[in-house]
């Protein structure tokens, strides 16, 4: 019995020695992270802890990542542009009077039209003093034809004694005159109708009953939605012959753009790179002049780590960061160097692994779990 009671005293003296003994209390020594209840939680390394039934209603997606090789990009801001050879535009040659060419009035901007359909009539708007010299001479001119007709009659009834040339000179003659009797009254009471060159959308409508406008005023603006250009400005020097294609981001999807070229001169410092697309019912549904990020595909290639651009989210240093899956239920943000590649997407060329998954659906939530 004595035996038992000192064995038990010397092992509670080894347990207390282990506990703590001279220079060292353990005292700094860092202890596992302690997860408290089962809810989502920051733990003290930094990590987030998300039950299985929290990253369901958070609609947590996770995408184990695959190296890949893709077109270098760089992302150049641009432009919607009006395509030339499907877009028209219609302008005064000279001072008018816009009126309204049917029952339904002047069409507004947003309209549809079609080649060829008249869009409006416009009067030609004339001063006291030009108006007065125009009908002056329409008087001469009627008088002229007047005596002109009387003159070709009486040729015609001595036809057989006239030689038939004189009375073809003097046919001519009120040929001229009628013509120019026509010029002159349509300047007077004539209007003119303005029709559209080419079919599509009306994107400026600057007419109104009534309005007088100015010689090379814009009146209307006609636009192929699904055939826009894209113009990109490199401020950087760029190899042109390097440039492939380039692609733009609407909203969830990338619109594919072909490079048209490069005018090979600097505006504003600045050196324009056309891009065009003609994907019917899938065009860039973009108003003119609208700005836009470009990201423009190179001939080389660079390999990495693509991922959706719903996965990077920033730390409170501002750093980019995705967050990685190491265990069913716990989550680590990681830095990570990124370069985009459709607008969509990125590559991630430093800061990741292959084969390690990360959060590509609800990457925000969790950054916000403190």
């Given amino acids: 019995m004595k035996r038992i009671i000192l064995c038990a005293g010397l092992l509670a003296g080894l347990n207390q020695f282990a506990v703590a003994h001279e220079g060292h209390d353990h005292a700094d020594e860092k202890k596992p992270a302690a997860i408290v209840g089962n809810t989502p939680q920051r733990l003290p390394d930094g990590a987030v802890f998300l039950p299985k039934s929290a990253q369901r209603g958070m609609g947590v997606l996770t995408l184990k990542t695959v190296e890949a090789e893709l077109p270098k990009t760089i992302e150049l801001p641009g432009r919607v542009i009006m395509d030339p050879h499907l877009g028209g535009r219609r302008n005064m040659k000279k001072k008018s009077r816009i009126e309204a060419a049917g029952a339904h009035g002047l069409p507004a901007a947003g309209s549809k039209v079609k080649k060829g359909e008249v869009l409006a009539w416009v ?91 100015e010689p090379r005023e814009l009146i209307f603006e006609i636009i192929d939605p699904d055939s826009l250009h894209i113009e990109a400005t490199a401020y950087d020097p760029l190899a042109l012959d390097q440039v492939a294609a380039a692609t733009v981001a609407l909203g969830e999807r990338s619109v594919q753009l072909s490079y048209v070229g490069a005018p090979r001169r600097l505006r504003e410092q600045a050196l324009p790179l056309i891009f065009e697309n003609h994907a019917t019912g899938a065009g860039l549904t973009l108003p003119l002049g609208q700005p836009v990020k470009v990201q423009v595909s190179m001939k080389s290639t660079l390999r990495g780590l693509p991922l959706p651009m719903s996965a990077l989210t920033r730390n409170t240093a501002n750093q980019v960061i995705v967050w990685i899956k190491t265990e069913p239920e716990r989550f680590e943000a990681r ?15 430093g800061g990741l692994k292959s084969g390690e998954r990360v959060v590509v659906q609800g990457a925000s939530l969790i950054s916000q779990i403190r």
């Fill in 123 to 213: 009067v030609p708007s004339a001063g006291a003093i030009e108006r007065s010299n125009q009908a002056a001479l329409l008087a001469e001119l009627k008088a002229s034809q007047g005596l002109a007709e009387k003159r070709l009659n009486r040729l015609r009834e001595l036809a057989d004694t006239v030689p038939k040339k004189e009375i073809e000179v003097a046919e001519s003659e009120v040929a001229s005159l009628k013509g120019r009797l026509a010029a002159v009254g349509g300047g007077l009471s004539g209007r003119e109708v303005l029709v559209a060159p080419v079919a599509g959308i009306l994107a400026a409508s600057n007419a109104l009953v009534g309005q007088v406008v």
């Fill in 335 to 349: 830095a990570v160097q990124t370069q985009p590649i459709d607008g969509v997407r990125v590559m991630v060329s």
